[in-house]
């Protein structure tokens, strides 16, 4: 098991810029693809940012690309979005996500399905 527990979030103006932090514990997380997604009302949730294990690399979604970095630090066992230049588009509950995969495999949505989530924190953005 992998506990996933997330803080960070707010409200923002746009323009602005937010830090998110998802902690794990439990099993091995340094083995496990890193993920945040997000889901806005009315809409599906979707892939923001993922970084491997092995590299690592990382991937972005096209939207927040040049403006969202992810990292982690395996020591502290936890998993960051920094996010800058913030739109009201960006608004949506952050959602961040381990998955068994391979070493500089971002994780395909179906291993974060069969992996950890954690709670969800909110991110509005004012314009």
Do not use: H
């Not at 997380?29 to 945040?36: E, H, R, T, V």
């Amino acid at each position: 098991q992998v506990q996933l527990v997330q803080s960070g979030g707010g409200l923002v103006q746009a323009g602005g810029s937010l830090r998110l932090s998802c902690a794990a514990s439990g099993r091995t997380f340094i083995s496990y693809a890193m993920g945040w997604f997000r889901q806005a009302p009315g809409k599906e949730r979707e892939f923001v940012a993922a970084i491997s294990w092995g590299g690592p690399r990382t991937y972005y979604a096209d939207s927040v690309k040049g403006r969202f970095t992810i990292s982690r630090d395996n020591a502290k066992n936890t998993v960051y979005l920094q996010m800058n230049s913030l739109k009201p588009e960006d608004t949506a509950v952050y959602y961040c996500a381990a998955a068994r995969a391979g070493p500089t495999s971002r994780g395909q949505d179906g291993d974060y399905e069969r992996g950890y989530w954690g709670q969800g924190t909110q991110v509005t953005v004012s314009s």
